[in-house]
């Protein structure tokens, strides 16, 4: 019974997660491949293949990133954005949409910095990542406050807290890593090299 255990525990701690991330790409390769590919394997039938709705989707998400640089192409797009952040319900999502995209990938990244915030009335901190250090456009009272986000272990919810910055330590660590070691709950602790 021992070997038994020991083996398929053994199994688990090795095979478990790499059976496991195969599967997530697979289904994220599926999910982005169906984004163009439903429309195209109508045409194409048997002569498909797997990868081309990503290759169409990446190809067209440059041509039009480039024609947002352009001038009358801008301007249309300009002009759909504007429309979008007039529709009620559709600002809402449309603006956490474009907010979120720009925070990872535009001028001004969020999660750039690691934050240490010591909960109040204890010596308990937590690590969370700096969203933004300009919150008193949001609302007056919050002057000299930053936006902190504590994301939960084992999974990508999280709170965000506004703090006075004096009240924020900050970590000279990678995000990534930082943000490894929160959803891991502490468990991935060395640092990559």
């Known amino acids: 019974m021992k070997f038994?255990?020991?083996?398929?525990?053994?199994?688990?701690?090795?095979?478990?997660?790499?059976?496991?991330?195969?599967?997530?790409?697979?289904?994220?390769?599926?999910?982005?491949?169906?984004?163009?590919?439903?429309?195209?394997?109508?045409?194409?039938?048997?002569d498909y293949i797997p990868g081309i709705g990503i290759l169409l989707t990446v190809v067209l998400i440059t041509i039009l990133g480039w024609l947002s640089t352009q001038f009358f192409t801008g301007k249309i797009i300009q002009l759909i954005d504007r429309i979008l952040e007039r529709i009620p319900l559709v600002k809402t999502l449309y603006s956490v949409i474009k907010d979120t995209f720009q925070s990872f990938l535009g001028e001004k990244k969020s999660f750039s910095q690691v934050a240490l915030v010591t909960l109040?009335?204890?010596?308990?901190?937590?690590?969370?990542?700096?969203?933004?250090?300009?919150?008193?456009?949001?609302?007056?009272?919050?002057?000299?406050?930053i936006a902190v986000y504590i994301p939960q272990t084992f999974q990508v919810a999280g709170f965000t807290f506004l703090i006075p910055k004096e009240d924020v330590e900050f970590l000279d660590v990678k995000p990534e890593e930082a943000m490894k070691f929160v959803l891991s709950g502490g468990v991935t602790t060395s640092k990559s090299n």
Do not use: C, W
Not at 14 to 40: A, E, H, K, M, Q
């Open 120 to 145: 109040p009335h204890s010596s308990m901190k937590v690590i969370g990542f700096v969203t933004s250090e300009e919150v008193e456009a949001f609302a007056n009272p919050l002057k000299g406050h």
């Open 4 to 46: 038994f255990l020991k083996n398929f525990i053994n199994g688990l701690l090795t095979i478990v997660p790499i059976i496991l991330v195969i599967y997530v790409i697979l289904r994220v390769f599926t999910f982005l491949d169906s984004i163009l590919g439903n429309v195209l394997k109508p045409y194409l039938q048997e």
